[in-house]
């Protein structure tokens, strides 16, 4: 397309057992100039909900006329895990963002990851990826891919640099084939309005940067690079009592504190008392509020500040 334009469709997978289909929603926004394709994905993960409203909102306030390129949207990426707000596809318990490139012939996780892979992916020329820190939890970062400015670009304070990616993730996909990627976590739990809108804000930034937008492309803060995060999972499932509130998230926690203790709620026995693990604690991922944890779950990600690359 040549003129400023919108389309959506509705991409076919299969079939449920009752009958109804499963489809992905594909939003494509044709800007009045040329330039690259951007593709922008959200709930991945179905208890990740704050992505599809960020990309609403990104898709309400992009002006078509001044955009040059194209932008794909894919606001609900698994919607049978956000129909029952799971991480996991409900249907085969498979995580869709561990499966990339999908088999069409597969579970049906699989089977959704080759439609995304096919159908989305392989089309763009550049990726954004939100995620967050699920139902209960918030977390607030961004991983450093194969485009360390489009990273640095989204304007978060604190990036991290693995040493040892996840595999069959979409930006394991993506970036194998050239495409600079960035995959945001930001937000979850409460779902503040706050972090809705920094999400807006770093999708923006980082279409100026691309050039897809007119304007100067906004410095980015002070920026801490972690190449060392310590996720901590109860061992011990019941009430989880946190030791700070969400407002702890991006904050320092010097040398060994509590961080939250579980009891049994029918014998009020304290199970497990969770600690900080280093000198210097950043919080990137927390719970901040009472509720029942099972063993396993996430309970927080704590960044190593003495191994950081700081500015």
């Known amino acids: 397309m040549n003129a400023a334009a919108r389309t959506y469709r509705e991409i076919p997978v299969t079939h449920l057992s009752n009958g109804m289909k499963v489809t992905l929603p594909l939003h494509t926004i044709y800007g009045k100039k040329a330039g690259p394709v951007l593709g922008l994905s959200a709930v991945i993960h179905g208890d990740e909900i704050i992505g599809a409203e960020i990309l609403r909102r990104v898709y309400e306030r992009l002006n078509e006329e001044e955009l040059s390129g194209t932008v794909m949207i894919m606001p609900v990426a698994n919607p049978l895990a956000f129909e029952s707000l799971t991480r996991n596809t409900p249907l085969d318990m498979n995580n869709l963002n561990r499966v990339f490139p999908g088999d069409p012939q597969g579970w049906i996780t699989e089977q959704m990851a080759h439609v995304i892979s096919t159908q989305f992916l392989d089309k763009l020329d550049a990726y954004i990826d939100l995620h967050a820190g699920g139902a209960v939890p918030i977390v607030d970062y961004v991983y450093i891919q194969n485009d360390e400015a489009l990273s640095r670009a989204f304007n978060f304070p604190v990036l991290y640099r693995p040493s040892h990616p996840y595999e069959g993730t979409t930006a394991t996909y993506t970036t194998a084939k050239g495409i600079p990627s960035v995959t945001v976590e930001v937000g979850g739990g409460p779902n503040f309005e706050r972090d809705v809108e920094r999400g807006v804000s770093g999708i923006f930034n980082c279409m100026r940067h691309l050039k897809m937008l007119p304007g100067d492309v906004e410095p980015a803060p002070k920026q801490v690079v972690m190449t060392e995060i310590r996720i901590i999972r109860p061992t011990q499932g019941g009430i989880m009592v946190p030791a700070f509130d969400f407002s702890a998230v991006g904050s320092v926690i010097e ?36 509720h029942k944890v099972n063993p396993g779950d996430y309970g927080f990600m704590i960044g190593n500040l003495d191994t950081a690359e700081e500015e």
Request: glycine share 6%; aromatic share 8%; proline share 6%.
């Open 255 to 290: 040398g060994e504190q509590v961080l939250a203790r579980t009891y049994n709620p029918q014998t009020f026995e304290e199970l497990e008392v969770i600690r900080t693990p280093y000198k210097r604690n950043l919080v990137i991922l927390m719970r901040g509020l009472l």
